[in-house]
């Protein structure tokens, strides 16, 4: 998991699916839009355009990761009411992720 901004000041929290020397791919966990990142951290969103700017790769907490997970994999599933009903951890989750990257964020180059 690693955390983004995207062009419109949107923060992002994505799955990192897929990496190689020149860069890697990630998806948005609750749209499942999918971005490509070259080494710099600026991304292309692989459908609709924009861009958005890695801020943190900072290790989430093992409950945290856990939950990101889950919310990741529920919203693939593409789920009909009352499945998208969140749970108190997906709450707790996307209400404090953002806190928790910006105080760690990438190293300024």
């Keep these: 998991m690693i955390f ?3 062009e419109g000041g949107q923060p992002k929290l994505l799955l990192v699916y897929e990496a190689d020397s020149r860069g890697f791919s990630a998806r948005h966990v609750t749209s499942q839009t999918m971005a490509k990142f ?3 951290g600026k991304s292309t969103w692989v ?3 924009g861009s958005c700017v890695i801020v943190s790769t900072a290790r ?5 990761y856990e939950t ?6 529920k919203w693939a599933a593409k789920p ?11 709450i707790k989750l996307m209400t404090s ?3 928790f990257f910006e105080a760690r964020p990438l190293p300024v180059a």
């Design 47 to 49: 459908a609709g355009g």
């Design 80 to 90: 009909e009411y009352p499945d998208t009903i969140l749970s108190q951890a997906e």
């Design 68 to 73: 990101a997970l889950g919310l990741d994999r």
């Design 97 to 99: 992720h953002r806190a």
């Design 4 to 6: 983004g901004i995207a």
């Design 38 to 40: 070259g080494r710099d």
């Design 60 to 64: 989430l907490p093992s409950d945290m």
